[in-house]
């Protein structure tokens, strides 16, 4: 990387004095008005060192009256003229707005336009565009314009290219509602790079045949793809991915005749079928993404006919049958993604000379790992994980893979051996381990190692070792592992004190020991890295306060002290971390009555706040209710917990009782707001400003002393599904605005004192006997006791069969438009959650690898787009 970036520097040192050389001995040919046009538009914009510089100086630096300005960098004139023709300031980190009188308009013999990768400000794209008539290239890529596309950009007859691509989480993002005229008129485009612009339509039928690159990622496309596309006589890339509305079939004949297609990516597509035969015909393929794109069935041998396919990802579908060898011998295949399928049978010999990523976790793939794979000496990530792998390994079996940086075996029933040494215990493998110099990621999640906790190289940054049977204590020794970012050594029987060592691990973001059996207090002094991000200890036998040095961690976003002894009041000051967002007390000693003190903005982040099965006693903390910013709005942005690397690897979860059962939410917490105070000794009236607390999915306030009415504001809860008050001294009726909370799937008010009607309509009626059960007072459906006005039909009750699975899927549906709406705003890039709940068993991967293969996509995509970029300019300046 680093002998790149010097070359590149050293060649556009060359470049520059060639043009320096070059321009004392070309005639002055720069026209004064062109140039003070030029200077006008610079005087309008400012720039921002803050930014990301491309160049190694701004452009428009080198503006300056006293040289022609046919030689001013990133300006070229025509010769015979002396009109500015090209004007290139792509990624100099200007800022400003370029309004229809902008000086700019007046170099009205551009044919080449480039301001991309620079902050106009949310600004419009003016229609004064559209009067460049001589255009053929116009980028505005990444240029933070919003908007609507003016339709005087489909007057550029001439255009060629048109690159207008815009992160698609801009608020105000481009739209482009005259796709279909843009089209139409633009017919010798060959270039269009739409990325998430809102097109918001159907893919037309009419394309101009010169097309050889269409990117249409992130579209908001819909309806079905156009055949013709396929058959583009020049197209070279094709790339419609995440328009999850978007379907499409493949031609089952020969397609893109001259076999031009280099790049074809269909992420997310609805493809409902086969793999064709018909996609060995593409033999100049580089790149083929067809993850999540619905398919199903073996895959065709005549992949075997892509020889100069580097990248090949194929995750997320329902591919089954084994997973044929030549696949693994394809020459110049790099990265090979098939997880998430249901491939089966044994793996065959990997034979490859190029394989540098491997991925075929979650299948159901079985038998012994071949031995072939000692022989992939370049591979720096395999994942076999999640598979039905078995047999014995020898811990040598990974020696020579010296470029692995990432080896996931967890989930299978593989049983580590030692063939060579007498003792087979795990710290014997150490020995091993450390063979690994680059090993960073280790994961030997669920792999029932026993024996004491193996302390792994000091390079290792993620370390996974969780649901085991470990025992005994935890070595000081891990201490010494200064480079970790993240510990799970969750679901173990580890004993002993927290060390207090850990907090010498500066990098430390993420430590979950829960479901151990720790003990001991946590001192008051206690010291962890202040990149602390998430804390889990849920589950252990922990005694004494809630140490205040807590509230040091700014970065604190989950902490989960749940089911320990903790003996303490509500430890209210961890109100002042800012990003706390997850705070679970639940089923420890916790006392006393919860005041809130008179500070500005407590808990401002917080969506889950778990404080069931303690003992706090007076009133529902309604000065607490007044802060709780996050539950009080209903926000979109949705900020995940987000730890940067190893995503994927690690997923915080927290245990909630939800619907009626308990089930373990991982990674979605942001998505989920959540307030538990059940089991505990409130008292007092349940207060009206609970209504307030709008963003609330799950309420639960049961198994209390709570009297009085139930408040009518609780009926503003819209996104309220779960809402138990059950088991307290509530009297009244049911408030008739109940029946607007058309989410609500789990209600609860038995065994109080509640009388009257039950309200009737919408939800209401999926709701059983036992919702209402033990007060006495109650009549109307679902109950036998008629209220005298029953009017609602028998019939509306088969809806009440609802079970269980059909509401979560339901959830997770929702869940999978929010992950998707999510993703791209930056914040969810490189996030990966996974969301599965215990009781049910099903994984929802689906979020997960969406968004770990957008992000690698992404990350490739901009590498070649910064090489494609230097490469025009190389261009361009010769
Ligand atoms: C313009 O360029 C000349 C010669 O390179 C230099 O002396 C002068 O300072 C420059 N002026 C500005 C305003 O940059
Ligand atoms: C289409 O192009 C023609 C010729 O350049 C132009 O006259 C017409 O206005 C364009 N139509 C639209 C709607 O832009
Ligand atoms: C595979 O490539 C060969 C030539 O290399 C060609 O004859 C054959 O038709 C191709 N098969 C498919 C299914 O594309
Ligand atoms: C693959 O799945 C299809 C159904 O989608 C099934 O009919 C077929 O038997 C499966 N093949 C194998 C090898 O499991
Ligand atoms: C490993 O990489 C080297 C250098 O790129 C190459 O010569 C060799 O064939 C590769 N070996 C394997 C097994 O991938
Ligand atoms: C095997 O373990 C014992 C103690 O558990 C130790 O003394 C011995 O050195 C170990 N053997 C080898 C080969 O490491
Ligand atoms: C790892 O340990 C070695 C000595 O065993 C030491 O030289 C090196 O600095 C340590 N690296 C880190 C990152 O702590
Ligand atoms: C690792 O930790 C142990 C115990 O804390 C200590 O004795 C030892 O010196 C440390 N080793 C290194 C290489 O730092
Ligand atoms: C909590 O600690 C206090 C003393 O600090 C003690 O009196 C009380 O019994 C403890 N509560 C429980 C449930 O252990
Ligand atoms: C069932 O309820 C829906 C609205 O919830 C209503 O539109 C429909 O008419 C009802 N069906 C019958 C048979 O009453």
Redesign the pocket.
């Known amino acids: 990387m680093l002998n790149m970036g010097y070359g590149q520097f050293s060649f556009l040192l060359f470049v520059c004095f060639c043009q320096f050389s070059f321009s004392s001995s070309i005639p002055h040919l720069c026209r004064k008005d062109q140039s003070s046009a030029l200077l006008k538009f610079k005087k309008t914009l400012t720039v921002d060192p803050s930014l990301v510089l491309c160049n190694f100086y701004y452009y428009t630096s080198s503006w300056n009256m006293s040289i022609d300005c046919c030689s001013w960098d990133g300006v070229i004139c025509d010769e015979m003229t002396g009109y500015v023709i090209e004007l290139d300031l792509s990624c100099n980190s200007l800022v400003g707005k370029i309004d229809s009188i902008s000086s700019l308009f007046q170099l009205s013999h551009l044919e080449r336009l480039d301001l991309s990768e620079n902050n106009f400000s949310s600004s419009h794209i003016s229609p004064e565009f559209g009067k460049f008539s001589s255009l053929t290239h116009l980028d505005l890529s990444w240029a933070d314009f919003s908007g609507q596309i003016p339709s005087e950009i489909s007057h550029l007859s001439k255009l060629q290219s048109l690159v207008l691509s815009t992160s698609y989480s801009t608020v105000q993002r481009l739209a482009a509602h005259d796709f279909r005229l843009l089209l139409q008129n633009l017919t010798l485009l060959r270039v269009l790079d739409l990325t998430g612009v809102s097109i918001s339509s159907t893919i037309p039928l009419n394309f101009s045949s010169h097309f050889t690159m269409l990117v249409l990622e992130q579209s908001e496309l819909y309806g079905v793809i156009p055949e013709s596309i396929f058959h583009l006589p020049k197209l070279k890339m094709l790339d419609l991915s995440s328009n999850y509305q978007l379907s499409g079939y493949f031609p089952k004949t020969k397609w893109n005749s001259s076999a031009s297609l280099i790049h074809l990516n269909l992420l997310g597509v609805n493809i409902s079928g086969n793999l064709p035969e018909s996609l060995g015909y593409l033999t100049s393929l580089n790149t083929l993404f067809l993850a999540l794109c619905n398919i199903w069935g073996p895959i065709p041998e005549s992949l075997s006919n892509l020889t100069h396919i580097e990248y090949l990802f194929l995750a997320g579908n329902f591919l089954n049958g084994t997973i044929p060898s030549s696949i693994f011998s394809l020459p110049s295949l790099t990265n090979l993604e098939l997880s998430n399928n249901h491939f089966s049978g044994q793996l065959e010999d990997i034979k490859?000379?190029?394989?540098l990523s491997i991925d075929l976790g979650y299948n159901q793939l079985q038998g012994h790992l071949p031995k072939s794979i000692q022989?992939?000496?370049?591979?720096t990530n395999l994942d076999l994980s999640f598979n039905n792998f078995s047999g014995s390994v020898d811990v040598s079996f990974f020696l020579d893979l010296k470029h692995l940086s990432s080896l996931g075996l967890s989930y299978n029933s593989i049983s580590f051996t030692n063939e060579n040494k007498v003792n087979f215990t795990l710290p014997e493998s150490l020995v091993y381990l450390h063979h690994f110099q680059s090993l960073e990621t280790i994961d030997l999640r669920s792999n029932s190692l026993q024996g004491s906790l193996p302390i792994p190289p000091n390079t290792t940054r993620f370390f996974f070792i969780s649901e085991n049977n470990l025992s005994g204590e935890i070595p000081s020794s891990i201490c010494n592992l200064t480079s970790l970012g993240m510990l799970d050594l969750a679901r173990n029987n580890l004993k002993g004190a927290i060390l207090q060592c850990l907090g010498n691990i500066s990098s430390l973001r993420v430590l979950d020991m829960h479901h151990n059996s720790l003990t001991g207090t946590l001192p008051t002094t206690f010291r962890f890295g202040s990149s602390l991000r998430s804390l889990n200890l849920h589950g252990n036998k922990l005694e004494g306060k809630v140490p205040q040095s807590l509230s040091n961690y700014k970065e604190l976003q989950v902490l989960d002290l749940g089911h320990n002894h903790l003996n303490d009041t509500f430890p209210m000051w961890l109100g002042t971390l800012p990003k706390l967002q997850v705070l679970s007390l639940r089923s420890n000693e916790l006392h006393g009555s919860i005041r809130t003190p008179m500070i500005e903005n407590i808990f401002p982040n917080l969506r889950m706040l778990d404080l069931s099965s303690n003992a706090f006693t007076e009133n529902l903390p309604t000065g607490l209710f007044q802060h709780l910013k996050s539950m009080r709005t209903i926000d979109q942005t949705m900020n995940a917990p987000r730890y940067e690397g190893a995503d994927g690897y690690y997923q915080d979860s927290v245990a909630v009782v939800s619907k009626g059962f308990e089930c373990e939410i991982v990674r979605i917490l942001y998505l989920y707001t959540v307030i538990d105070l059940s089991s505990n000794k409130f008292g007092g009236q349940i207060p009206s400003i609970m209504g307030e607390l709008i963003a609330v999915h799950i309420l639960n306030i049961s198994h209390n002393g709570l009297k009085g009415h139930i408040p009518p504001s609780l009926g503003s809860l819209s996104l309220v599904e779960s809402l138990d008050l059950s088991s307290n001294h509530l009297v009244g009726e049911i408030p008739a605005q109940f029946a607007s909370l058309t989410s609500l799937e789990v209600f609860n008010l038995s065994y109080n004192h509640l009388e009257g009607c039950i309200p009737q309509g919408n939800q209401f009626q999926t709701f059983e006997n036992n919702s209402y059960e033990g007060n006495d007072g109650l009549c109307g459906l679902p109950l036998s006791k008629g209220c005298g006005n029953d009017s609602v039909s028998e019939t509306n009750d088969t809806v009440s069969g609802l079970d269980d699975e059909e509401s979560n899927s339901e959830f997770l549906n929702d869940f999978w438009k929010g992950a998707l709406m999510g993703y791209g705003s930056g914040l969810c890039i490189g996030l990966s959650i996974i969301y599965f709940m215990i009781s049910t068993g099903k994984p929802m991967w689906l979020a997960r690898i969406i968004v770990e293969l957008e992000h690698k996509i992404m990350m490739g995509r901009r590498k070649k787009q910064r090489r494609q970029r230097n490469y025009r300019k190389r261009n361009n300046q010769l």
Do not use: K, P, T
């Not at 490859?352 to 394989?355: D, G, M, R, T």
């Not at 022989?375 to 591979?379: A, D, E, I, K, P």
């Open positions: 490859s000379n190029s394989l022989n992939l000496v370049n591979v």
